[in-house]
T-cell receptor, first 110, second 115 residues
């Protein structure tokens, strides 16, 4: 079992809809959780991080963490075609190290 | 600030050749990392350096060596390249700051093909 699991997608949503991206992790000791966006041929860029149970909002993005269920999600409201990318979930499992999921490809159609 | 820079951007090697990938950061970060990214496999950690003078193996270290030259620079060496090392290589850096989450900042990547 991989330490960080994501559905590879693609997840297709129409413009203006809410996109919901999900991630599960296996290490109960994980403390920090990150969402990165990666456009095709580009490097990952950080969107959000969360380390407390509950929701964290930043503009159109909301990260949700449920440590009891070992589940973290990213909601993108009012999705735009420019949001079409691969979204990587990453989990901190130890000192300074991150473990990445394989990513979910999001397609937002005009 | 340039952030994290990597050279070269593209490289083609023949099996058995050696090369060094260079990485530098200007954010005064203590920690630096080398990842490889393959289709369907996500980002996998090759080596990391928590601070100047220290290096540790990650998930897939075989076939690679690293050098933390100073606080700014962290290089990755392939001594005898193999086709299985065809990949995109990313360097990243992050700061250590108590309980602050350890967000990592990535360089633009090096696309390596081994024939």
């Amino acid at each position: 079992q991989k330490e960080v699991e994501q559905n590879s997608g693609p997840l297709s949503v129409p413009e203006g809809a809410i996109a919901s991206l999900n991630c599960t992790y296996s290490d109960r000791g994980s403390q920090s959780f990150f969402w990165y966006r990666q456009y095709s041929g580009k490097s990952p860029e950080l969107i959000m991080f969360i380390y407390s149970n509950g929701d964290k909002e930043d503009g159109r993005f909301t990260a949700q963490l449920n440590k009891a269920s070992q589940y973290v999600s990213l909601l993108i409201r009012d999705s735009q075609p420019s949001d079409s990318a691969t979204y990587l979930c990453a989990v901190s499992t130890g000192f300074q190290k991150l473990v990445f999921g394989t990513g979910t490809r999001l397609l937002v159609s005009p | 600030n340039a952030g994290v820079t990597q050279t070269p951007k593209f490289q083609v090697l023949k099996t058995g050749q050696s090369m060094t990938l260079q990485c530098a950061q200007d954010m005064n970060h203590n920690s630096m990392y080398w990842y490889r990214q393959d289709p369907g496999m996500g980002l996998r950690l090759i080596y990391y350096s928590a601070s100047e003078g220290t290096t540790d193996k990650g998930e897939v270290p075989n076939g690679y060596n690293v050098s933390r030259l100073n606080k700014r620079e962290f290089s990755l060496r392939l001594e005898s390249a193999a086709p299985s090392q065809t990949s995109v290589y990313f360097c990243a850096s992050s700061e250590i700051a108590g309980t602050k989450p350890y967000e990592q900042y990535f360089g633009p990547g090096t696309r390596l093909t081994v024939t």
